[in-house]
């Protein structure tokens, strides 16, 4: 797949998911909205990471995707209880009790 077709795709997917979490019409950068689009990022990198498994630059890029995206769950869990529970359910995180 060319560069473009694949930028076309991540931009149609990235919409899609701020749809799904948004908060209000204008919302792109909340909690619910960043933990999605990493969420999204950290699943095709595990992909690719099982076809490339020395690819030890990923993985590593992996590992801070993963950081931040608990450091925002943490945040969430603090913050809104319940949208933290809907959130994981809905992308199959498992939960912090």
Same mark, same amino acid.
């Given at each position: 797949?060319? #560069?473009? =077709? !694949?930028?076309?795709?991540?931009? #149609?997917?990235?919409?899609?998911?701020? $749809?799904?979490?948004?908060?209000?019409?204008?919302?792109? $950068?909340?909690? !619910?909205? !960043?933990?999605?689009?990493?969420?999204? /990022?950290?699943?095709?990198?595990?992909?690719?990471?099982?076809?490339?498994?020395?690819?030890?630059?990923?993985? /590593? $890029?992996?590992?801070?995707?993963?950081?931040? /995206?608990?450091?925002? =769950?943490?945040?969430? /869990?603090?913050?809104?209880?319940?949208?933290?529970?809907?959130?994981?359910?809905?992308?199959?995180?498992?939960?912090?009790?």
């Amino acid at each position: 797949m060319s #560069n473009v =077709l !694949q930028e076309e795709s991540l931009k #149609n997917n990235k919409s899609t998911i701020i $749809g799904e979490f948004k908060i209000h019409e204008t919302d792109t $950068g909340s909690s !619910q909205v !960043q933990i999605a689009i990493l969420t999204k /990022r950290i699943n095709d990198l595990v992909s690719h990471l099982k076809a490339h498994k020395k690819d030890n630059h990923s993985r /590593r $890029g992996l590992l801070n995707l993963v950081s931040r /995206r608990r450091r925002l =769950l943490t945040y969430l /869990r603090r913050h809104n209880y319940d949208e933290y529970i809907r959130v994981s359910k809905e992308l199959d995180l498992k939960i912090a009790t």
